[in-house]
Antibody
Framework: QVQLVQSGAEVKKPGASVKVSCKASGYTFTSYYMHWVRQAPGQRLEYMGIINPSRGGTTYAQKFQGRLTVTSDTSTSTVYMELSSLRSEDTAVYYC?????????????WGQGTLVTVSS | DIQMTQSPSSLSASIGDRVTITCRASQSITSYLNWYQQKPGKAPKLLMYAASSLESGVPSRFSGSGSGTHFTLTISSLQPEDFGTYYCQQSYTSPRTFGQGTELEIK
């Protein structure tokens, strides 16, 4: 069965970086885009960016340009999200979610979420 | 970026009610519109894709319509398990922006 398993919760100080992993299984890794979405406590879903795992191409939301790096490792079917220069407003649950490259079918499987807390 | 605007921001309805949530895009997204349901502490769940296609396993009381810039999600007969927050999302272009959400409360 399809699974997206994310790494565990992180606590970081302002100015630091965080790297969250998302390990995929149960499907052909290179046939699906992977997206990153975050949600601050009590807030709306916020779209961050996308990667094509087979080619490595990425697109990031303008808000995160220069601070966000998404990479993929096809040998382990894992996607990584790294956010730098962390500030308190980056405290949120971070989700990975897949989308087929073939049709317009939405984000059909999501990871369990990773809580990142930024606090001095 | 394409802006997605949902209305209402919240609503309260009774079991058996017909409920409609609206989503508007700041430019045409043809039918590249998806709907998600999120419950507290959980990841979002895909309900509808391509504006009107029901995701596998989602009850048929959910339906979607629209194209261009105006879309609706309808629950034909509200059930207790339908509480939560509903989000629309455009997949026409990156970044794949979300609406601000509609919080649905069961009276």
């Amino acid at each position: 069965q399809v699974q997206l398993v994310q790494s565990g919760a992180e606590v970081k100080k302002p100015g630091a970086s965080v790297k969250v992993s998302c390990k995929a299984s149960g499907y052909t890794f290179t046939s699906y885009y992977m997206h990153w979405v975050r949600q601050a406590p009590g807030q709306r879903l916020e779209y961050m960016g996308i990667i094509n795992p087979s080619r490595g191409g990425t697109t990031y939301a303008q808000k995160f340009q220069g601070r966000l790096t998404v990479t993929s490792d096809t040998s382990t079917s894992t996607v990584y999200m790294e956010l730098s220069s962390l500030r308190s407003e980056d405290t949120a649950v971070y989700y990975c979610a897949r989308e087929t490259m073939v049709t317009n079918s939405g984000l059909d499987y999501w990871g369990q979420g990773t809580l990142v807390t930024v606090s001095s | 970026d394409i802006q997605m605007t949902q209305s209402p921001s919240s609503l309260s309805a009774s079991i058996g009610d017909r409920v409609t949530i609206t989503c508007r895009a700041s430019q045409s997204i043809t039918s590249y519109l998806n709907w998600y349901q999120q419950k507290p502490g959980k990841a979002p769940k895909l309900l509808m894709y391509a504006a009107s296609s029901l995701e596998s396993g989602v009850p048929s009381r959910f339906s979607g319509s629209g194209s261009g810039t105006h879309f609706t999600l309808t629950i034909s007969s509200l059930q207790p398990e339908d509480f939560g927050t509903y989000y629309c999302q455009q997949s026409y272009t990156s970044p794949r922006t979300f609406g601000q959400g509609t919080e649905l409360e069961i009276k």
